[in-house]
Every structure is written in C-alpha cells, then in structure tokens.
C-alpha cells in the first residue's frame, strides 16, 4: 500500500542524474521500497507527466531512462533508490536538488537503502564525511548497510576507485543497452523481479571502468560503442575482449530471463507509446526512428526511391521485431529482388544498430490499400502500427515456429 505523504517534514524522493529540467517530488521515506503497483499509483499521481504514463505501459518492466534513473526505478518496484531530506524553496527550487553529503546519508538511514544511485563524486564525499571524526553514528549505520553503489557518472580516479573500495562499497557503472535503457538491481523480496544477478563485480579492478590513453590515472565508464563484448550473449561476468584481465558484467542475455508483464504479452491489446522507442524484445534495444531512417535510406538506394514509400520497425513483447515496407502501387518491384535487398540491407543494419540481430527476421509488405499510420511530421505512429500489423508479426512468428517444429521432426 502506497503510503500518504506527511505535510511536514516533507521528505523528497530526488532524480538527480544527467536531465535538463530536474524535479522534486513529495514522498513519504516509508513508501521508499514500493511495489510495483504502489509505484505505479504514484506516478499516475502526477498529471502533468504524461511521458512516465506512457512508461509505464511498457512490456518491458525493466526499459528505465537514464534521464531519471531513481524514479524510473521505484515505478519498477525496486528497492534501490531512496529519498532526500531538506529540499529548500526558499530560492530558486532547484537550488538544492542534488544533495549534500549529510542530507544523504540521513536519506539512507531512514530509508533503509541498500544500493544507492548518485554520481562518484557525490559518493566519495559521503563515504569521507561518515568517516570524519565528527560523523553521526547513523550516518556509519548508513554507509554499514550499503552494499552497492550505481553510477551513471565518470569519468572516476583511482582515488575515487580506491576510496570505494576501502569501504567495502561495490560501485557499478549502470549498463544500457541504449543510452535510455537501464537495467537497475533490485531486491527480489521486495520487487518479485529476477533482476538479482551474481556473480556481481567486486573491487576496482572488476569495476566497469577503463584507463583512458591520455591519463592513466583518470577512469571511465564503459560505453556501448567501447565494449564490443556486450554482443555476446552472457549473463556472467566475462572478459573484456581487448584486455582479458578486466572483468566485465555483461547484461544482454539478462533481458531473456526477465519476467514480463501478464496482459502486456499480448502485442495487439497492448496500448503501447508513441514515441521512437520501440518496445524492443528481449536482448534488442535500439532507437525506433535511427533504425528506421538507415533502413528507408539503405533500401531507397538499392531498390529506387519511388519503390519504397514508407517503412516502420514493430516490435512483439516475447519473440522478434518485424519490418514493415510500404511500396508504391506502381511499380511493383519483384519479390524475389525486394527480399535479397532487403536481407542485404538488414544484415549491415544489423550489425550497426542492434546487440542482437536475430531478433529481426520478419518483412511485412504493404501498400496504399494498407498503408503506415504516420504523424504530420512523418514519423511512425507506434500504436497504430501495431494494431494493424501486429497479428501479421505474430503469424509471421507461429508459421516460422511450426515450420521448425516440422523439420524438426521429419528423419
């Protein structure tokens, strides 16, 4: 049960992270470890913000956004963000939003956090003040019940490295399989999700930093497009490629053992955004609208560009993304020729947009009688889109299924 907001002393659950218009908002610290369906409530509680509305219809419970990671979290039901005291109006309001050490660490004791999310500088200054002389026996508490620190900050020292160590702190750099998709751990008693994964790294050198060439000393967080190793498939933690003494946590095939969301499952009854992010399968992630130019562009060039009117990319919660292509009544290009561009073109797609390309093995053809939903700008209606050529995806998928499961038992 969501628990009601206290008038005073307020205490603010706070987004801090990489955003451009930070905001607070009022929570009561006994509701820091929400269900997901508390969480859910909340954020329908917030009329204003009809984008984490539209979150949370989402077939992936775990598809978070890097712009307000800790809230982003809650409405998943995990237990690893936490509230901030002392938020001050009596200025500008944003003046306090990112927290001093002290406000912190009362937010970790009365909330009982054990992973907390906040940038490495903020994180050494509040391991050193719990260390000082003067520090308050709860706030030692605080740090004592931490067990892991989420970062999306860098770059980070070997000072820092060595500060969190020392305290016995394991500070992990948030993975995103897209620079808006987070997979945050949570608690499996309190979140029912299986996002509790181990082994998980510990110490500075199993920490998903890297040394850059120009300053030994200074460490950075991984990047996509810096760790090739996260288009293997692997739960575990497994070498960097490049340098097989640093040990990396790999979260692609975590996306296949996460749970879904019941009726969500099911792709046409699902109301889905209308945004450019796909609801992505599992172990895919990409941006709708960047797929989707490089791919009318790609096959605009092979096939002509009065060949292909429109095309759209839509995704099936479970199994595969499907590519849906409009052609122009007119000038019908011949199948056999469409599919050889077609794979030709996927298969460069592929391999520079998605961490998994066999998720995609599906064209859907259309044309003017059946044509993609688009908005006034030209992009993609997702909804829609989904509705009329869903069932067409999910077909696709059964027929390509019982044709395996024939094969398979032919001698």
């Known amino acids: 049960m969501l628990h009601a907001v206290k008038p005073q002393p307020f205490v603010y659950l706070h987004t801090f992270g990489s955003t451009a218009n930070p905001k607070l908002y009022p929570i009561d610290y006994q509701a820091a470890n929400m269900s997901a369906k508390d969480a859910a409530f909340w954020c329908h509680q917030q009329p ?3 984008r984490w509305k539209c979150q949370m219809q989402t077939s992936l419970p775990f598809h978070l956004s890097f712009q307000n990671p800790v809230w982003r979290s809650l409405m998943c039901g995990t237990a690893c963000a936490f509230p901030v005291l002392g938020a001050s109006f009596t200025t500008i309001p944003m003046a306090k939003l990112v927290p001093d050490p002290p406000e912190l660490l009362d937010s970790l004791y009365l909330s009982k956090a054990d992973i907390v999310y906040a940038s490495p500088d903020l994180l050494q ?10 520090s308050k026996e709860i706030w030692r508490e605080a740090v004592r019940n931490l067990k892991e620190a989420h970062t999306g900050g860098a770059p980070v020292s070997v000072e820092k490295a060595d500060c969190f160590e020392r305290h016995g702190l394991s500070v992990l750099q948030v993975f995103a399989l897209t620079e808006a998709g987070l997979l945050f751990q949570g608690r ?6 299986l996002t509790w994964l181990k082994p998980l790294p510990s110490k500075k050198t199993h920490m998903l930093f890297r040394q850059t060439a120009a300053d030994p000393e200074l460490y950075q967080l991984w990047l996509r497009s810096d760790f090739p190793g996260l288009r293997c498939p692997s739960d575990k933690i497994v070498p960097y490629p490049e340098d097989p003494k640093i040990l990396a ?3 692609l095939d975590t996306f296949r053992k996460l749970p879904t969301m019941g009726e969500h499952d099911d792709l046409v009854t699902f109301a889905g955004r209308e945004d450019d992010w796909l609801r992505c399968t599992h172990g895919t992630a990409v941006r709708a609208l960047e797929l989707e130019d490089f791919l009318l562009e790609a096959l605009r060039d ?9 095309l759209t990319v ?15 009544t007119l000038g019908r290009v011949p199948e056999d020729r469409e599919v050889e561009a077609f794979e030709r073109v996927w298969h460069f797609a592929s391999k520079k947009l998605l961490q998994n390309p066999e998720q995609v093995r599906y064209l859907i053809r259309t044309d003017l009688t059946s044509p993609i939903q688009m908005t006034l700008k030209g992009n993609p209606l997702r909804g829609h889109n989904e509705i009329r050529f869903g069932p067409k995806l999910v077909q696709l998928i059964k027929d390509a ?3 395996a499961s024939t094969s398979e038992k032919e001698p």
């Open 302 to 310: 092979v096939l002509g560009f009065d060949r292909v009117r429109a």
């Open 249 to 251: 946590w790999n979260t």
């Open 188 to 193: 499996k008693e309190h979140t029912g999700h």
């Open 314 to 328: 839509i995704g099936h919660g479970r199994y595969a993304l499907g590519i849906v292509l409009q052609g122009n």
């Open 401 to 403: 299924e019982a044709k």
């Open 48 to 50: 204003v913000e009809k």
């Open 125 to 134: 200054a509040m391991l050193e003040k719990a260390a000082s002389h003067n």
